[in-house]
């Protein structure tokens, strides 16, 4: 009897943890792929065309899914055509620190990326554009040296070729294995887009589920314009780390993007079915048109 109590309890424990884990790896897939996906938020089932074709937005609850960078940049530039920038940029390790090398080297082999970020360069509306997109499969799309660098380049080449500039971030923030060089991407790429700023060019950060960190304190934050994605967290520290530090309960939409939008972080909160024709209305008021 009480046997079978026991055996009952650890299947409880067993099918919750299942249900964690199923959550947890459908978080983490660039998109959903198989017949059927399961929506992360309201658990209803789809077939998963009928999702790739909602742009992977849960039509029952309108959860939006994380999207790899490379299906991010298909669905923003015209006819899903553009030029990848600055491929085949080498590993970094700058700390030797234990592991982290041939953590990067499975992840390049696991994922279709080189690294936690890609960039883009094409035509939005017929306007010659570059975006940048990071991408959480990769070290939870934190920021080394090398995804500092890239996205650098990205603005500087923005900058120079005197095109808009577009960044989709999602990231767990600055990449701890890279300690104090990982920080300093956050002065480097600052830096890069107070130039851009200086010669007048737009810059539009895009922030997606879930942005922390180093990165929303660095470029997620420098945009003229910053657009969210529904329900997207956005935030510095985690929410217990603020609680247990000012000994207060924080609202539960803390760090949403409807919060930081009530705060005026967020200027605009679009849903993935009107991205590109806001980014397209966007640049037509600066006066970009193709
Ligand atoms: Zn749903």
Partial sequence: MIENLFKERKEKIRSFQQLIGKKKKLENKEAPDGLYTSCVDCQEMFLTKTLRENQYVCPRCGYHFKIGAYTRLNMVFD?????????????????????????????????????????????INQVKTVVVAMDTRFLMGSMGSVVGEKITRAIEYATS??????????????????????????????????????????????????????????????????????????????????????????PDDFQTAEFMEKQGFVDLIVERKDMKNTIARILKMHGLEG
Avoid: N, W
């Fill in 79 to 123: 006819q899903g055509k553009y030029k990848e920038l600055f491929k085949g940029m080498k590993l970094a390790d700058p700390l030797h620190f234990p592991g982290y090398q041939e953590k990067l080297e499975k992840l390049q082999k696991k994922t279709d990326l080189e690294e936690a970020v890609v960039v883009g360069d094409g035509k």
């Fill in 161 to 250: 070729h005197h095109r808009p500039l577009i960044i989709f971030t999602c990231s767990g923030g600055a990449r701890m294995q890279e300690g104090i060089i990982s920080l300093m991407q956050m002065a480097k790429t600052s830096a890069a887009l107070a130039k851009h700023h200086e010669a007048g060019l737009l810059y539009i950060s895009y922030i997606t589920h879930p942005t922390t960190g180093g990165v929303t304190a660095s470029f997620a934050s420098l945009g003229d314009i910053i657009i969210a994605e529904p329900k997207a967290l956005i935030g510095f520290a985690g929410r217990r780390v603020i609680e247990s530090t000012i000994k207060e309960q924080l």
